[in-house]
């Protein structure tokens, strides 16, 4: 259950003393590639508060991202980021992404608005006797690399470059405004 409240507590005093704010959220369920009612709900809630971005966390996969537009207010979600690098050795969970946007403020207009918003997905890659972990951008990820990961050699499981590129395809689809770099 979200604590509203609670948010508003937090959240309002810093809107009042800032001229940008960026979220972090810790939501979501476990292994979901795709946000819940309530990340929805929570997005649409900080947007309206003036919020210009909200990066996720939590659910151990991707999820997509979005641009939440309204007359006066932008806001870039976010939803899940993945996993960076973990132990979870399941090809989906060995996806993550890196958001990059450029942050512009007008002074004058005291508004902030965002520019050339990204998504980079990367690739956790774990030796065959789990003792080596990496993290590696997709677009320099190789098959000769999927080849030698734990999950193809030990697991059988398919890590192919071309697996995750339409893996990430599959999740991000494609966000208006949003650029997701797999080339």
């Known amino acids: ?8 507590r937090i959240l309002d005093p810093l809107i009042a003393q800032s001229d940008v ?6 939501w979501g369920v476990e292994y979901q590639n795709q946000p819940n009612d309530m990340q929805k709900a929570v997005a649409q809630y900080l947007h ?6 909200v990066i996720g966390s939590h659910p151990h996969v ?5 641009i939440i537009k309204s007359a006066d207010q932008e806001t870039l979600v976010y ?3 993945g996993n ?20 512009n403020y007008n002074f004058d207009a005291k508004k ?11 690739v956790t890659w774990i030796s065959s006797d789990l003792r080596r972990y990496n993290t590696q951008l997709l677009q320099d990820y190789t098959d000769d690399e999927a080849a030698s990961q734990y999950v193809t050699l030990v697991q059988g499981q398919d890590w192919s470059r071309g697996y995750v590129k339409e893996y990430v395809e599959q999740v991000m689809g494609q966000p208006e ?5 797999t080339e």
């Not at 704010?21 to 810790?26: K, N």
């Not at 991707?62 to 979005?66: F, G, H, T, V």
């Open 48 to 53: 309206d508060k003036g919020v210009e971005a």
């Open 84 to 103: 960076f690098i973990s132990g979870q050795d399941q090809n989906y969970t060995m996806v993550g992404g890196m958001a990059q946007f450029t942050m």
């Open 112 to 122: 902030a608005t965002i520019t050339d918003p990204s998504f980079t997905p990367t």
């Open 62 to 66: 991707i999820q997509p991202a979005e």
């Open 21 to 26: 704010q960026i979220v972090s959220m810790h």
């Open 177 to 181: 405004g949003i650029r997701i770099v």
């Open 1 to 8: 259950e979200v604590d509203y409240d609670l948010m508003d």
């Open 79 to 81: 939803y899940s980021l």
